[in-house]
């Protein structure tokens, strides 16, 4: 089977700062993005107790081939941007690795427990995104309808250094203990950028 | 900053109308006692909204939608129909608007009994939320739903409409309040959610069956009831109160909390028995729902403390002294900056881009629901001056809605059908009511027969004008979609 050489370049705005950067990208070679709704988390401690820290965020992937001519930080140019962007990089280009991207697919609704115990475990912010599982054989149907269960992931993006901390945080949650609550793993991120001032998250 | 950006939405969501009725105080009609009324009223208006869409995003719409999930869940026909039966008829029942209606059902017959009706219009939203559960999973297509539904509805409002055509029409948008909209919508998206194959509708139309319910059962009540004109019924309409801020803060706190309470009852007991949420999920929760019920209490004293008043002074006078050529384009501006004021209307938009991930704009949605209530107003404008019969609106009306959900993609059927339910929300059952009665009671028109049926031609004209734009999206999609294979090629 022959893969097509290439990269994954997500960016992660504020909603409504998407089409902009999208349209900034596609002048600089880009084909195309895939952009999905998520939720992001205020900073403000305060604001999360209270149920107002949810942040509208949208998220858009690029899948670059080489005939890209931007990387990350070049959104960071863009000044008007606040959130972040990374590069997932399936080859190995010999550089040590500052981040990690981690990944926790959860029953839905668990999303802000998943996102407060890695605030705990120091780092800095998470965004969710609603999806579907496809159910198992076992999933009895109901009046002819496939029935499938309903997740939230959570990305995060933290410092190499303290990824193994958050990842047990994260699998510290009381309310996952349960088998199959979800599952959480590691990928490499070759480049990552804030995007904004330091709200940005 | 976030909370900022939703200040600045509502800000500008109810910027129209204040500015509309500030130009028309200074140009054509001073409202003036009226007037530090309505901008304190406008102020109300701002906060209690803002706070209203805070609740909405926290509580009632991840609710609603988890509501609906858990009732498909638990794969029990029975228990679905049962429940979903008991969640309609309980918050339906509780729903202020309901009383309202009621009350104006026993001003035109005085033989109905007022708990009766009330509890039958609980039951037929009980009844038709089961048909929306029903119906989703069993995939039958909205346009038949609905061509059934409307079908007997104007067989029976044929055959039996008579004095009570008005209140029928008008009984399926009001019954529909800004609490119980934003959850009915977001069952079915729940639905939708855990369905497979469920996005292909998006989980839209619930609001649009419940809103069927309550115009079959006032219909099928009037065929059981003996004659009996209205006389002195009306006299008291639109009468202008000038209560005090803070009678009508308390007399709102009491509505608002009625129709709450049965909400959070349904969450307190569902959380242990299926959401089985974490702590810090429920907690978020309920700020929401101190959010909506203080949003929500801060926006009906607004609207009752400013607006209903300056609505029937200005229709009122609009006639009085001689305006009445101008306002009917006058109305249809109110009709379409009102809609942006909707609480529910903004929930409804935004579900539809959430749903559609961006693909469909809320803009666009916007424009064309303006467009649906700005003609609805002009046409209840037209009938209170001319007391002009339902009939030639609603019987055109909803066959177009009808005939165009044949040709709509089926998730702007249900959107379409749901917006109905949605624009017709406590800014149009209260503010511009009132200025088709004062317009009314100015024309020397009977404003029970002829202002009232106002809010069934808010709840119809969007349906046509949201399939339009269906329509529209659709043959543009096609025809890029041709440009791209041609390009291909």
């Not at chain 2, 609603?394 to 959900?405: D, M, Q």
């Amino acid at each position: 089977m022959k893969y097509l050489e290439g990269r994954l370049l997500a960016i992660c705005v504020k909603k409504g700062q998407c089409d902009a950067a999208i349209g900034w990208a596609k002048t600089h070679g880009a084909k195309g993005a895939t952009v999905m709704y998520s939720r992001s988390f205020s900073s403000h401690g305060f604001l999360r107790a209270i149920g107002l820290g949810d942040v509208e965020m949208e998220l858009a992937v690029f899948l670059q081939e080489g005939t890209e001519d931007f990387q990350c930080s070049d959104f960071q140019k863009m000044g008007n941007l606040t959130g972040f962007a990374l590069v997932l990089d399936r080859k190995e280009n010999g550089m040590k690795k500052e981040f990690k991207l981690i990944t926790a697919i959860v029953n839905k609704g668990f999303g802000d427990d998943v996102a407060e115990a890695a605030r705990n475990a120091g780092s800095i912010g998470a965004t969710v995104l609603g999806a579907r599982g496809t159910g198992t054989a076992e999933d009895a149907k109901f009046l002819n309808v496939v029935l499938v269960p309903e997740k939230d992931v959570v990305f995060l993006v933290c410092p190499e250094s303290i990824s193994e901390k958050v990842v047990t945080a994260i699998r510290g949650v009381k309310e996952l203990s349960a088998e199959g609550s979800g599952v959480v793993f590691q990928s490499e991120v070759s480049e990552f950028v804030k995007l904004g001032g330091p709200k940005a998250e | 900053m976030e909370l900022l950006r939703k200040f600045k939405e509502t800000f500008f969501s109810i910027l129209p109308i204040v500015v509309f009725v500030v130009i028309i105080n200074f140009l054509l009609i001073p409202l003036g006692d009226l007037f530090p009324r309505f901008l304190t009223g406008s102020l109300l208006l701002f906060v209690g909204l803002t706070l209203f869409s805070f609740g909405a995003d926290v509580a009632l719409v991840p609710f609603g939608e988890r509501l609906g999930s858990a009732l498909v869940k638990k794969r029990s026909i029975p228990l679905m129909l049962v429940i979903g039966f008991f969640i309609g008829f309980i918050i339906t029942i509780a729903e202020p608007d309901v009383t309202v209606l009621a009350d104006q059902v026993v001003d035109i017959n005085p033989a109905v009994n007022k708990t009766v009706f009330i509890l039958l219009i609980g039951l037929s939203i009980g009844l038709f939320l089961d048909l929306g559960f029903f119906r989703t999973l069993k995939r039958w297509p909205m346009k038949w739903v609905y061509l059934i539904g409307y079908g007997l509805i104007f067989i029976l409002a044929a055959l039996f409409g008579g004095e009570f055509l008005s209140v029928s029409f008008d009984s399926g948008g009001a019954t529909t309040g800004p609490m119980t909209v934003p959850v009915i919508l977001a069952l079915g998206i729940g639905v939708s959610h855990i369905v497979s194959g469920g996005e292909k509708e998006g989980g839209f139309g619930f609001v649009g069956v419940a809103s069927m319910g309550p115009i079959l059962i006032v219909l099928v009540l009037s065929i059981f009831l003996p004659d009996a004109s209205s006389s002195a019924a009306s006299s008291d309409l639109g009468a202008i109160g000038m209560t005090s801020l803070t009678s009508v803060l308390l007399f709102c706190l009491k509505e608002t909390a009625d129709a709450i309470v049965p909400l959070l009852a349904i969450f307190l007991l569902f959380q242990p028995l299926f959401f089985k949420g974490s702590a810090r999920w429920v907690i978020k929760m309920l700020f929401g729902f101190v959010y909506t019920f203080v949003g929500v209490t801060l926006f009906l004293t607004g609207v009752k403390y400013g607006y209903i008043n300056a609505g029937t002074y200005l229709g009122h006078q609009m006639i009085v002294q001689g305006y009445g050529g101008i306002l009917i384009p006058l109305a249809f501006v109110i009709g379409a900056v009102i809609v942006f004021a909707e609480p529910s209307v903004q929930v409804l938009v935004k579900q539809v881009e959430t749903v559609s991930a961006g693909h469909i704009k809320k803009s666009l949605v916007y424009v064309f629901l303006a467009v649906g209530v700005g003609l609805s107003v002009a046409f209840s404008i037209i009938r209170a001056m001319y007391g002009i019969s339902m009939w030639y609106f609603i019987g055109p009306g909803y066959f177009l809605a009808v005939l165009l959900s044949f040709f709509c993609p089926q998730m702007f059927t249900g959107i379409a059908f749901d917006s109905g339910g949605v624009a017709s929300g406590p800014m149009s059952t209260s503010f511009v009511l009132a200025l088709a009665i004062g317009t009314s009671m100015g024309s020397g028109t009977d404003p029970m027969s002829d202002a009232f049926g106002l809010v069934g031609l808010i709840a119809m004209m969007p349906i046509v004008t949201v399939q339009i734009l269906g329509i529209i999206v659709q043959i543009k999609e096609r025809k890029s979609m041709k440009q791209q294979e041609r390009s291909q090629k």
